[in-house]
């Protein structure tokens, strides 16, 4: 009897905008915090090579763990891109009358006009990265970065998505605040400007690896 009531309450609930932007709310939430893990890893890679192959090992000693966070990290990203999209195309469909948000901070700015296409952006460049990472055959995680990066053409894409990455973000970590219903007058500039500079942040240091790996030739040596 209680999962007759539980799933097609929840059922109903994903029926409604609401519903569906407090699942894009958590699951954005869950991506943030692998995304910051992620950078974490990452940021080794200026400590030189032994560090950042020592956390390529540390990670893979994990052993059977990574295939299932691997699949929970996809599971989550799938969520949110299908009910991304749902809310886009809904809001496409009642654009005559849709709610637009009002103030300064948050509302009808570049990085929520571009949400759809920096969200494909990204997408489109995961899987390039998983293609490029998962199947190379460098004898270490440090040169199979040096090796790719050290490339004009795919630097400057790794650049450029990660720049679409930075804008994807900026708005998308205002609009956690908002679903989680933390917006206030007094506050929202200050949220406004916390979330940019802390995608801002993100995306510089993400994109300092490849601009590194093409422009020092003695990085990750």
């Known amino acids: 009897m209680i999962n007759g ?8 609930a994903l029926k409604s905008s609401i519903g569906r932007k407090n699942v894009m709310a958590i699951t954005g939430l869950l991506l ?13 890679a200026f400590l030189g090579r032994e560090a950042f192959n020592a956390y390529a090992e540390r990670l893979h000693s994990l052993g059977p763990l990574i295939p ?20 886009y195309f809904e809001n496409l469909e009642a654009r005559p009358s849709r709610y637009e948000v009002g103030g300064t901070a948050g509302g009808k700015t570049l990085a929520s006009r571009t949400m759809p296409y920096t ?40 650049i450029f998505s990660l720049l ?11 609009s956690m605040f908002q679903t989680a219903g933390l917006n206030h007058p007094k506050y929202d500039v200050l949220i406004d400007r916390l979330t940019l500079a802390a995608s801002i942040i993100i995306g510089t240091v993400f ?15």
């Open 164 to 174: 679409a990455l930075t804008l994807h973000t900026s708005h998308g970590f205002w």
């Open 32 to 44: 943030a915090l692998f995304l910051l893990t992620h950078l974490l890893g990452n940021s080794s």
């Open 5 to 12: 009531v539980i799933v097609p309450g929840m059922i109903n």
């Open 207 to 221: 994109m300092m690896i490849p601009a590194l790996a093409l422009f020092w030739p003695d990085f990750l040596r």
């Open 68 to 87: 299932v966070f691997e699949a929970g990290l996809i599971l989550v990203f799938l969520l949110h891109v299908y009910f991304g999209l749902s809310l």
């Open 119 to 158: 969200g494909l952006l990204v997408l489109v460049f995961i899987f390039h990265h998983l293609a490029r990472f998962y199947f190379g055959d460098s004898p270490s995680v440090s040169d199979l970065v040096r090796d790719n990066l050290s490339k004009p053409v795919t630097a400057g894409y790794y």
